[in-house]
Every structure is written in structure tokens, then in C-alpha cells.
């Protein structure tokens, strides 16, 4: 009997022909490829207890890593390996605070630093130098603490809140920081999510976000960053997200008739099925690699229970009209 090398790009592997040519279970196939969950579980407590010097020119973003951190030990059931206590007592030590309520509408943004490096300490009369709250490190301070299991009620949500409302730019977009940046979908996710998570609408205007967002939705269904830009994985994800949180969108898109969503979901699906690749999985963008990160943006679309059949049926009756 005449047996095949295993071939990684042979996608017939799975059989093998004896000498009359008919197929049999093939003795040699590919190795499985398994997930070694006590070694990640290692290198997330490892970073849980210090920082390798290979992530220590981010250490601006250390929240951010922190909350990678916290929630990959959450999805691997290792939670148990923290203090939980301890670390919502250091991420509470990031919020910004205004020195009085009337400092909420001086134009600045008090959420959480990033890191110790943006939280600058008091002069010598205790008047705190600029405030450097972010965004994200808002939205990244917050998740660890509801992950942790703190109650989101009991902290300074005011003060988010109001000066939320500074970041937020006249076309309903958001910038990161009260000092000027980029306004793009990541922001107006994370605004989302502050609102979401804090269960108060208070600090954002929510139907001109939502008017920016739909204005990303590109001719191809998928979302841009900002109006006009290529249709990307993360885009997407944080505009239906977004969507989602604040419920302009339903758990099920298709659960009404198409024309009752906001945005245009057949399109949106079929561009969506169009970027997982040949290898399985997803590229961000058409023509691209296939990356890790938009695996978890576009599958994870999957969390709003989109009835995928019958979404390629009205696809297949738009392109027949």
C-alpha cells in the first residue's frame, strides 16, 4: 500500500489510495495542534508579577496590559491567582480626581491614567500638574474592576462622566485625551462600553455617535475607522459593538425585517464572511494576512447571535435582484 507524506498545504491529507486507487484512513496525518493552557496561564501570572523588559517600553500603556492580563487569567478559569483585592485597590489608584466640581468643565478628562508615568505627582503647594486621564485606560481600569467582581456603583463615576462629555467632538466622534489626538471608532467603542459598564448615558450624547457611525459604514458593508477610510476588522467591531451598547441594534440582527436595522446588515455579514482566509482565519482588511487580533473581532461578532443562514439567503436574493 502506497502511503503519502504528510503535506501542510495538502488539504486531501486526510485519506490515502491503495494500490487499486481507492481511498482508505490514512496511517500518517497532520498533529494536532492543541492549546497548552498551563504554560499561557504561567506567562500570564508571570506577568501579572512583573513586567518583562521585552513589554517595558510600554509601559505607558500598563493598564492596558493589565487588563489583558487580568482577563486572559478570567477566560482560562485562573483567576484564583490574583489578589483581587489588591489589584482593584491599584487600578482605583490611577483614577483622576478635580480638586473641586467646578474643575469638571475646565475641558479635561478625569478617568485613569495609563500608568505612573502620566500621573504626574503635586508641586510643593499640592495642586496636581496636568491631567492626563485616557480613554482606553478608562475603559481598561474599568473592565478589570468589574472582572475582579468590584462594584462599579461605589467609585467616582461623576467625574467620568462629566468630563467624559469634553472628549466628545461635534460630529459625535471621540477623542482619546483632552489635549488633541485622533477621533476614530475606537473611542466612541470605549466611550460606549465607560457609559455601559458605569449603567449611565449621562456622558455622551449618543445619537451623534451613532451618526458617525453609521457614516463609517463603507459601500463594501464593513465599517472604516473614520468616514470614508478602507473597511477594517477592528472598525467593525467597534461599531457594531457600539451599536450594540447602546441599543441601536438588536441581540439578533436579523430578527426583524432587514430594513428595520440602522445600518446595512446583509452587506455587513457578507463582508464579514469574506475576511476569513484560506488558512481559517481572519484578515482585518481584503488582500491581507490573516492575524490573531481580527479572529477575535469578527468571530466575536458571532456574540450577537446573527443567524448566519439566513443572512446568506438575503444576500444571495440582493445579488439576484
Known sequence: MATREWNPLDFDIGEEEDEEGTPSPSSISPPLPYFDRDRHVAFLEMMYNLMPHHYQSQEINRLTLAFFTISGLHLLRALDRVDKDRVADWVLSFQAHPRSRAQLKNGQ???????????????????????????????????????????????????????????????????????????????????????????????????????????????????????????????????????????????????????????????????????????GGFQGRANKPSDTCYAFCLEDLRGLQINFQDCSTQIFADLSV
Open 109 to 279: 478628562f478625569y478617568g485613569f491614567h495609563g500608568s505612573r508615568t502620566s500621573q504626574f505627582p503635586p508641586d510643593g503647594n499640592g495642586i496636581s500638574a496636568r491631567n492626563a486621564g485616557h480613554l482606553a485606560s478608562t475603559y481598561c481600569a474599568l473592565a478589570i474592576l468589574k472582572t475582579v467582581g468590584f462594584n462599579l456603583l461605589t467609585i467616582d463615576k461623576e467625574s467620568i462622566l462629566i468630563s467624559l462629555r469634553n472628549l466628545q467632538q461635534p460630529d459625535g466622534s471621540f477623542m482619546p485625551v483632552d489635549v488633541g489626538a485622533e477621533t476614530d471608532l475606537r473611542f466612541v467603542y470605549c466611550a460606549a462600553a465607560i457609559c455601559f459598564m458605569l449603567e449611565d448615558w449621562s456622558g455622551m450624547d449618543r445619537e451623534k455617535a451613532k451618526e458617525y457611525i453609521l457614516k463609517c459604514q463603507s459601500y463594501d458593508g464593513g465599517f472604516g475607522l473614520m468616514p470614508g477610510l478602507e473597511s477594517h476588522g477592528g472598525g467593525t467591531y467597534c461599531a457594531v459593538a457600539s451599536l450594540r451598547l447602546m441599543g441601536y441594534i438588536e441581540d439578533d440582527l436579523l430578527s426583524k425585517t432587514v430594513t428595520s436595522s440602522v445600518i446595512n446588515v446583509p452587506l455587513l455579514l457578507d463582508w464579514c464572511m469574506q475576511r476569513q482566509a484560506i488558512d
